[in-house]
């Protein structure tokens, strides 16, 4: 069977212990959490867990039977082929150099990242974008010396109801 990455749902009432529970049952069956990501709604007793997983159908449908399972969870959808917007964002610290600085300016001119701040030797730039763009741009820095990245991890909305 074919293993993807997918996007995953999860409406929960807003306790404590309902994230360790639910990283616990996928972590207890085995089942790894590449990137997670949790807030409150628009009903503050109400969050939603973005997670992203990768594995076959039957194994995502498995992850979302067992998720179904606990008391505190609301909802379970899988997104990946669902019309939705997906976003990360990071956070990169770049150390300027003679040899460097140039460089990094016109990347972040041409890209139109933004930058939070910077110094004489450093500069803290924010991207914002998919999958594909994040990637791009850690393709485009790295050779340049990222000296630290920090990223939220993917985030996701359906387009509809």
């Given at each position: 069977?074919?293993?993807?990455?997918?996007?995953?749902?999860?409406?929960?009432?807003?306790?404590?212990?309902?994230?360790?529970?639910?990283a616990?049952?996928?972590?207890?069956?085995?089942?790894?959490?590449?990137?997670?990501?949790v807030?409150?709604?628009?009903?503050?007793?109400i969050?939603?867990?973005?997670?992203t997983t990768?594995?076959?159908?039957?194994?995502?449908?498995?992850?979302?039977?067992?998720?179904?399972?606990?008391?505190?969870?609301?909802?379970?959808?899988?997104?990946?082929?669902?019309?939705?917007?997906?976003?990360?964002?990071?956070?990169?610290?770049?150390?300027?150099?003679?040899?460097?600085?140039?460089?990094?300016?016109?990347?972040?001119?041409?890209?139109?990242?933004?930058?939070?701040?910077?110094?004489?030797?450093?500069?803290?730039?924010?991207?914002?974008?998919?999958?594909?763009?994040?990637e791009?741009s850690?393709?485009?820095l790295?050779?340049?010396?990222?000296?630290?990245?920090?990223?939220?991890?993917?985030?996701?909305?359906?387009?509809?109801?």
């Open positions: 069977m074919e293993k993807k990455d997918h996007i995953i749902s999860i409406l929960v009432h807003n306790k404590p212990d309902v994230l360790a529970r639910v616990g049952t996928l972590g207890g069956k085995g089942y790894n959490i590449d990137s997670l990501c807030n409150t709604t628009t009903q503050k007793d969050s939603k867990i973005v997670m990768s594995g076959s159908q039957t194994t995502i449908t498995r992850i979302e039977n067992q998720l179904q399972r606990l008391v505190d969870v609301i909802s379970v959808d899988d997104l990946t082929n669902m019309e939705s917007i997906h976003r990360e964002m990071v956070l990169e610290r770049m150390n300027l150099t003679a040899e460097n600085s140039e460089t990094v300016k016109n990347a972040i001119a041409t890209n139109k990242w933004k930058v939070i701040v910077s110094g004489d030797t450093y500069v803290i730039i924010e991207i914002t974008g998919d999958k594909r763009q994040i791009f850690l393709a485009r790295e050779p340049l010396g990222i000296a630290d990245i920090t990223r939220t991890g993917l985030v996701a909305l359906t387009l509809e109801d």
